[in-house]
């Protein structure tokens, strides 16, 4: 061929390429964001299922499941701390047949083995040893993972006699309560807990009611309440983790009552079986991708009615069943139908997508054997690193077989999109779009980069799409001779240029100036100045007219109304007369909007700044989300604001500055994040100041010493940390300080002792470091509630605290104290009495000396004292309490002697902890006057003689520790299904 010939063969092949790229406009309606994902949105899961687990004529597990993986290897550590973090899910059809050895009272604990019948999914009950458990978190720990642990939700049920695979009874949770308390104890961290796999609807194996899930989910969220008391630290609650069914699901929700599920979790599987030949088609075709939008919009929609609190999590998706495809699932073609997955499921509202599995099985974003990535890993670890939490609505009406997503970039300013051709032959050359008209309408602007753009283009090694080799910008992805994770570097293009997408290929474009002037000035603009700049406002309107457009446009953000309370809103009556509005006489404008309590959802409208003559604002303990807009600034007669106990998240408003007249702020129990202003300080008319149980970080103010009226200030439950100020010691009126459960360190003022008026003082777990003396000088003479509880105080217990006759709750507890215990002869108010986990006493003779100055105390109901160095003998005096007491805790000391026979006068005990002493002698017959006690632990001591029969007469009782002594004789007969830690297993 000559020199011609070659020339004309190449301008026809480009031509002919050339009318293969088709032009194609994205629209971006940027004005605000749609949905929100978690910024931990990818997650990945780890199996149970044991290397026998077979399917197809094949058995893809290998060393993979959860009793076997390798934690050591180097690649797999490497692979999940890349992501820091990543969100590992541990769960799988088998976790409903894992029992947890915590207690070594199961004799035979080993994995699961395969069984002919008799077993769900044809294998035996699983038992997971601490041991393991330990490896697990040591792996987690490195790795710097995000754990949601699937909890057993079939212990302590059974079959029903007369419905096939359906499963009757309360769910047992004791097993899981020691499997928390050990973990708690190990200082493992876990990031939610979620209850069963795959037991709604209709079930796989078996199946559980909707009701009787609820009621469960109820059991498990007090139960996380209970061990894990600080709600900022607290694991989340989801559940039901299966296949969603509209008719159970509502019922599910319906019922599980308010707050209780964090995270409302479905499973998808939408490819079909794994050997099904058609995955490969099913996974290019636009047409069968789209088909489950609908259940993912189901879903949320379910949500936004019955549970507008939590979030939708696809908590597994392998695409196609029983180990996923064959020849597919682990190539580049399976990456079309996953990161459309993706998209798809933020566009929703989906919090969290948890990829079946981190490996494992066909689908495993690592090679089950090699643990060398997958391409679908890289499509993962992209998205993780390049797609933000907001997510903006984008459209084109080019080919369906362009898939666009977008979102606000992660971290850094710019809009991030995902572009899936699934077209075998055409290239896309895009072109995007601005929407800036927020009424609808043609898009305003064409959008030309001033900046490089940044682009990760994915395609398969020669073009073959069931390749397992990915390519990046042509590059192939592989692992370094040191085992590392490739680099993912973008490459820049000139931001003039279309956006260029060649056939069978996936893109990730971030563009860090997107963000253009006129588009700055669309997402800033939410006040009525810049709408009408922009020519967007309603025409102003002056006197009642204004509130009563505002209460409209308040009622049109409203998306739940369970007691119709909106239904009086309407044109029929006066607006003053709508349920919950109070108007002055004189003007007939509104001064009071009440909606306390009434199952209402929905967001804050920036129109309830118009309400200028607004005194009181009470929209507690309801559902209200998304942030507090900046134009409440605009109610400059405000006094009170009460916002406790909804879901309201961002940051508290600058513009609350404005406000001047505001003397209580309550907005406790919601999602406030960022720090909290200083202007604060500024408000001089302020006597309550509430942001209990929210997110907020940062140093508390010192400008907040400057409200000499403030009578409460509460900000339990953040995560603040830097020091407490010094000048909250001139807050003379302070009546409440609740500083709990954050991170604040440093010294105590110790002025802050002295403030006179204080009724609830408590710093609990923090990191503050302060050593008390005896004769340090605690001039509170109201206080009822003390508490330094989880600190690092180190020193003696002051002698001036037992002076606090008004004290109700006294707590010590979880520090570094040592030394006496003084007299508490003059509390005899006192109702908890906390000094565990210290080192306390002498080991000797007169360390509980201080017990028998409680004996005229009628009001004591728990007394914790264990884990200390209290030494001597159990006082009997203890017999002489109160029969108020509940709870008495003293495990983990030095005491020796008997218990005393007259402990059977605390005749409404629900608890005795007394192990790992040096008690000796009988269990006293007495104890069988307990008619209460449901808890009673004495093991590991010297007790001897027989277990008393009368203790089998303790209807209530349901455990019992009294191993390691030195007992003797029958058991008596006692009802303590499935469990009594006597010796007898969990599990036949």
């Not at 300013?413 to 572009?419: E, K, L, N, Q, T």
């Not at 110790?750 to 050593?771: C, H």
């Not at 020193?795 to 006496?820: E, W």
């Not at 005096?877 to 029969?883: A, D």
């Amino acid at each position: 061929m000559n020199f011609k010939s070659i020339t004309f063969f190449a301008v026809l092949l480009s031509c002919f390429l050339v009318s293969k790229a088709e032009k194609v406009e994205v629209v971006v309606e940027g004005a605000t964001s749609i949905a929100q994902t978690d910024e931990d949105f990818i997650c990945v899961t780890l199996d149970w299922w044991p290397t026998n687990k077979c399917d197809y004529d094949q058995c893809p597990w290998g060393q993979a499941g959860l009793f076997n993986l390798d934690l050591k290897n180097k690649i797999l550590e490497k692979a999940v701390k890349a992501f820091h973090p990543l969100r590992i899910r541990v769960g799988g059809s088998m976790q409903d047949q894992v029992v947890y050895n915590v207690r070594n009272n199961i004799k035979n604990c080993k994995p699961f083995e395969k069984q002919d019948k008799g077993f769900l999914f044809g294998f035996s009950i699983g038992c997971l040893d601490m041991k393991r458990w330990d490896e697990l978190n040591e792996f987690f720990n490195q790795t710097r993972a995000k754990v949601t642990f699937g909890l057993n939700a079939l212990i302590g049920r059974k079959e029903s006699e007369t419905e096939k695979t359906l499963w009757v009874g309360d769910w047992y949770s004791h097993n899981a309560r020691d499997l928390m308390r050990y973990t708690i104890s190990k200082g493992y961290k876990i990031d939610s807990y979620e209850l069963g796999n795959e037991l709604c609807g209709v079930g796989v194996s078996a199946r559980i009611e909707a009701k009787q899930y609820a009621k469960d989910m109820a059991t498990l969220k007090n139960l996380v309440k209970e061990m894990y008391p600080n709600p900022k630290t607290q694991p989340k609650v989801l559940g039901p983790g299966g296949f969603y069914d509209k008719k159970w699901f509502d019922t599910f929700l319906d019922a599980s009552g308010h707050d209780v599920i964090d995270g409302v979790t479905h499973h998808i599987y939408n490819l079909g079986p794994g050997n099904n030949p058609d995955v490969v088609r099913r996974v290019q075709d636009p047409f069968f991708l789209t088909q489950i939008a609908q259940t993912f919009k189901d879903v949320s929609n379910a949500i936004d009615k019955f549970a507008p609190w939590s979030g939708a999590w696809v908590s597994e998706s392998g695409g196609a069943y029983n180990s996923g495809g064959q020849l597919v699932s682990y190539t580049f073609a399976f990456g079309f139908w996953y990161l459309d997955q993706l998209g798809m499921t933020s566009v929703y509202n989906h919090k969290v997508y948890c990829r079946q599995a981190l490996t494992g099985g066909n689908y495993a974003l690592l090679n089950t054997t090699t643990f060398i990535p997958n391409p679908d890993y890289y499509g993962a670890l992209l998205w993780h690193r390049v797609m933000g939490s907001k997510v903006l609505s984008v459209t084109h009406k080019g080919s369906p077989y362009l898939r666009v997503y977008s979102h606000c970039a992660k971290k850094e300013p710019g809009v991030s999109f995902v572009f899936i051709n699934l077209s075998k032959n055409t290239s896309f050359e895009i072109d995007l779009f601005h929407d800036l008209n927020l009424h609808g309408g043609s898009p305003n602007f064409e959008f030309k980069g001033r900046k490089e753009r940044e682009e990760y283009h994915l395609t398969p090694k020669d073009g073959n799409i069931l390749s397992s080799v990915v390519l990046l910008n042509g590059t192939p992805l592989e692992l370094s001779v040191s085992l590392e994770i490739p680099e993912l570097k973008p490459k820049l293009v000139d931001g003039l240029k279309p956006i260029s997408i060649v056939a069978h290929s996936i893109a990730f474009v971030t563009i860090r100036d997107f963000n253009a002037p006129a588009f700055i000035i669309l997402l800033s603009c939410f006040n009525s100045h810049c709408l009408n700049l922009l020519g967007l406002a309603d025409p102003v309107v002056s006197g009642n007219a204004t509130d009563k457009q505002a209460l409209l446009e308040f009622k049109a953000k409203i998306t739940g109304d369970q007691l119709n309370v909106m239904e009086s809103w309407n044109r029929s009556i006066h607006f003053c007369q709508w349920h919950g509005v109070t108007c002055g006489r004189k003007h007939q404008r509104v001064t009071k909007l009440d909606l306390q309590s009434l199952k209402l959802s929905g967001s804050l409208s920036p129109h309830i700044g118009n309400m200028s003559f607004l005194r009181v604002l009470n929209l507690m303990d309801n559902s209200f989300y998304n942030q507090i807009p900046q134009e409440i600034g605009g109610l400059r007669r405000l006094e009170t604001l009460y916002l406790t106990n909804n879901s309201i998240s961002g940051e508290i408003p600058s513009n609350l500055s404005s406000c001047s007249k505001l003397t209580i702020v309550r907005m406790a129990g919601n999602r406030l994040t960022g720090e909290i202003p200083a202007f604060l300080g500024f408000l001089s008319n302020l006597k309550v100041l509430s942001f209990y149980n929210n997110s907020l970080r940062g140093s508390i103010p010192p400008s907040l010493g400057n409200l000499s009226s403030l009578e409460e200030l509460a900000l339990t439950y953040n995560a603040l940390d830097g020091i407490i100020p010094e000048t909250l010691a001139q807050l003379t009126n302070l009546s409440s300080f609740l500083a709990a459960a954050n991170a604040i360190s440093g010294t105590l003022p110790v002025a802050m002792f002295n403030l006179s008026n204080i009724r609830f003082f408590d710093i609990g777990e923090n990191k503050i470091q302060v050593n008390l003396y005896t004769d340090l000088a605690i001039t509170m003479p109201y206080v009822e509630f003390f508490s330094v509880r989880g600190n690092k105080i180190s020193g003696q217990i002051p002698i001036s605290i037992t002076n606090a006759s008004n004290l109700h709750v006294l707590q010590f507890n979880d520090n570094r104290l040592s030394g006496k215990v003084p007299s508490l002869e003059k509390l005899d108010k006192l109702s908890t009495l906390q000094l565990a986990v210290n080192d306390l006493g002498h080991g000797r003779e007169g360390d509980l000396n201080f017990l028998c100055t409680l004996v005229n105390n009628t009001k004591l109901e728990f007394l914790f004292i264990s884990d200390n160095n209290f030494g001597g003998v159990f006082p009997k005096c203890v017999s002489n309490f109160s029969n108020t007491l509940l709870r008495l805790e003293i495990d983990e000391n030095k005491i020796m002697g008997r218990i005393p026979d007259g402990i059977g006068n605390l005749v409404n005990l629900e608890a005795l902890f007394a192990s790992e002493n040096q008690l000796s002698g009988p269990v006293p017959f007495e104890i069988g006057r307990l008619q209460k006690l449901n808890k009673f632990f004495a093991h590991i001591n010297f007790l001897s003689g027989t277990i008393p029969h009368s203790i089998g007469n303790l209807s209530a009782l349901t455990e019992v520790g009294l191993d390691f002594n030195n007992l003797q004789g029958n058991i008596p007969p006692m009802d303590l299904f499935p469990l009594n830690y006597l010796g007898s297993p969990p599990c036949p």
